[in-house]
């Protein structure tokens, strides 16, 4: 049971920057960083691990407290404005980071290490434990997964959080191990690892040492949209009241100011800042991702100034794939002697 | 036609899969719901509707697994689903039966132009990288990393309101009855263009990114070099050669992410309280309606297999290479 390729496995070139075990590669390996996009979206994200883990503390109120300011606009006092019982809609923001994060990066480990087993395993041992690690993961990539996680997750009472990662973990690894399938089903021939095998080295250590590091990026970019599909389905759960509705995220508010009618009300600091915080998480996420898919494949960079003046005064747009051809000059150029065979020959 | 074959076989085997599941699912639940149903409704459930409710929940305790698990494919190809908890006494087919053309139409019909205009949009931005489509790719990302729902919300916020055009919830105008007429059809638009739109903005971008690169790998192929060579005209080259041959990933890449996609689009319906599936899922969770849940599952698990093999025989059209064998 074969799939049709996807764009994945044609974009990412065989080896490309990766496979350079040397000293050099060992002093480039902060590189990465060096691209903008993947610097952008790292220092985002450094920012709300860290609100994760402080955000509890440094919280003006107890998310919790009800106090007089009923359904207040944004304030010096109350930085988001408050709610209908009037609590502070940015300690819940603050608090309920954790949460997201907590969930998001513990279903991403989960998912990874999964897909990371499963897709290696089916691409490097090949024959009937491929077929069926394959039909395995594709089942589940074409099963609807948010419906399923709603039902599963509805089957509990107010599912805790740690409950509702291990969920999302356990349906979302398919797409990350078709992807690493793909990749070591391409790099087990070759022949640095052929070359291993030859000189006896045992199968846990070719996989673990000489396939898995050439396989870092895409384990890497497999782990980032695993969190931005984990913290999509966290919010989901709660703002539809599956999880539970207690505790503190992003998607709990959404949900208390959806049940509280906040748009009819015009509060609109009521939902505005949870969501921009979701969409500035999962921006910087794609960002990384995009990041090391142009790490790479350099081809994928948006092209900077790519215009390059040529002797004559004129400029061409360089592109990839492309052979500038320049067309003949409107100024009347200086005509060669056509009856001149052998010049004629010489130059074309 | 082998290729076909080989699709037909995996999405049986999924079917099975997912049917599977879906008995399983219910065997978590705790306590006897069909009890605490039986309580709430007294001796208005007839003996066969309890007798079906137990065998979807497997609360017959004197059969043995597999024989619960014969009984259940019996009851589902007799299109028997159960009852609805939320719309008792009607039966859960005819729930998801009057809610299931307003999904097909909506998500059904965005996800399709959204995957038709990004591609597009990836065509040009992958052919003339470093122009102004390039500069949208960050805009895009943005709103592409916005929940559906809370897009859903804004728009709410910002396009409906009393007096305005845009009614901020339902499929159709209160007090109409649904019919192919003059006064159903308009009303039933006018209530789609802003649940349509919250979809389509946040679900382009995944199509504009995965042509864009598509296309960007593709000119750099041999083939293009001599399409240039030989003279082709700029757009000859950028359709026909180009963005043919860059399609293709994109396609197979439709199928498989039609999960994802339906999965997301149905939280549209629950913000705009559209009569759709995703709304009925919505409900159902809300009043622990097991049996409608589980229906609702089953349907779009099936919508989707459907779509994707649809989208396989696309693939098959536009692939010369998969007709061959």
């Not at chain 1, 782990?223 to 505790?247: H, K, N, P, R, Y």
């Not at chain 1, 921009?276 to 090391?292: D, M, V």
């Not at chain 2, 919300?153 to 910002?158: E, M």
Request: aromatic share 10%; glycine share 10%; proline share 5%.
């Amino acid at each position: 049971m074969t799939l049709s390729p996807s764009s994945i496995e044609q974009v990412i070139p065989g080896q490309g920057a990766m496979a350079q075990p040397s000293a050099r590669a060992r002093r480039r390996r902060f590189r990465f960083v060096a691209n903008g996009k993947a610097a952008t979206g790292l220092a985002v994200l450094g920012v709300y691990v860290l609100l994760a883990v402080i955000g509890p503390w440094i919280a003006p109120y107890d998310p919790d407290a009800r106090s007089a300011d009923v359904l207040q606009a944004p304030s010096a006092r109350h930085w988001f404005g408050t709610t209908h019982l009037g609590q502070d809609i940015f300690s819940q923001i603050l608090v309920g980071a954790r949460s997201v994060m907590v969930v998001g990066l513990t279903a991403g480990v989960l998912a990874t290490i999964l897909s990371i087993l499963i897709g290696v395993t089916a691409g490097y041992l090949g024959g009937a434990a491929d077929e069926g690690l394959s039909a395995v993961s594709n089942v589940f990539l074409v099963i609807p997964a948010l419906p399923l996680i709603i039902i599963v997750t509805s089957l509990v009472d107010q599912a805790s959080d740690t409950l509702v990662a291990l969920i999302i973990g356990l349906t979302s690894w398919a797409w990350g191990a078709r992807v690493l399938r793909a990749q070591t089903l391409s790099l087990r021939r070759r022949d640095y690892v052929e070359a291993a095998r030859a000189t006896g080295e045992r199968t846990w250590r070719i996989i673990g040492f000489e396939i898995l590091p050439n396989l870092t990026a895409i384990i890497a970019s497999g782990f980032v949209g695993t969190v931005i599909f984990a913290v999509m389905s966290e919010i989901t759960l709660a703002f539809i009241g599956v999880s539970s509705v207690s505790s503190w995220n992003w998607g709990t508010i959404l949900f208390w100011a959806q049940g509280q009618q906040a748009l009819a009300q015009g509060a609109w600091w009521w939902f505005v800042p949870a969501g921009l915080a979701i969409a500035l998480l999962g921006t910087a996420l794609a960002l990384i991702n995009f990041g090391i898919d142009e790490f790479v494949s350099p081809r994928l960079r948006t092209g900077g100034r790519t215009r390059i003046r040529t002797a004559d005064g004129r400029t061409v747009a360089m592109r990839v794939g492309f052979t500038p051809v320049l067309a003949p000059n409107p100024a009347p150029v200086p005509m060669r002697r056509p009856a001149d065979p052998t010049r004629e020959d010489a130059t074309s | 036609m082998r290729f076909l074959l080989q699709r037909v076989a995996f999405y049986l085997f999924t079917a099975w899969a997912a049917i599977t599941l879906n008995f399983f699912i219910p065997r978590m639940v705790p306590g006897d719901p069909v009890q605490s149903l039986i309580s709430r409704n007294q001796g208005r459930i007839s003996a066969d509707a309890i007798a079906s409710l137990r065998v979807l929940f497997g609360l017959d305790s004197d059969r043995s697994l597999w024989e619960q698990y014969v009984a259940y494919w019996g009851q589902l190809l007799r299109g028997d689903l159960g009852l609805s908890f939320t719309f008792f006494p009607a039966p859960v087919s005819e729930v998801i039966g009057s809610s299931l053309p307003w999904t097909v139409g909506l998500v059904g019909v965005t996800t399709i132009v959204s995957f038709l205009l990004g591609t597009a949009l990836g065509v040009g931005a992958g052919w003339r990288r470093g122009s102004w489509i390039d500069g949208l790719l960050p805009a895009t990302t943005f709103l592409s990393s916005i929940p559906y729902f809370w897009l859903g919300l804004v728009a709410i916020a910002l396009f409906a309101g009393p007096g305005s055009f845009f009614p901020s919830s339902g499929g159709y105008e209160p007090g109409l009855v649904p019919a192919f007429d003059a006064y159903f059809i308009p009303s039933a638009l006018q209530h789609s263009i802003l649940p349509a739109a919250t979809i389509l903005v946040s679900s382009m971008s995944g199509w504009i990114l995965s042509m864009r690169n598509m296309m960007v790998t593709v000119a750099s192929e041999d083939y293009i070099t001599v399409a240039h060579a030989k003279g082709l005209s700029e757009r000859r080259v950028a359709l026909s050669y180009a963005a043919r041959n860059a399609l293709l990933p994109n396609v197979s890449g439709f199928a498989l992410s039609l999960g994802f996609i339906v999965g997301g689009t149905l939280l549209v319906e629950i913000v705009f309280s559209y009569p759709g599936l995703g709304f009925q899922l919505f409900q159902a969770v809300g009043s622990k309606d097991y049996p409608l849940m589980q229906g609702i599952f089953l349907i779009i698990t099936i919508s989707v297999l459907v779509a994707n093999l649809l989208a396989d025989v696309a693939y098959l059209l536009l692939d010369p290479r998969t007709r061959k064998s």
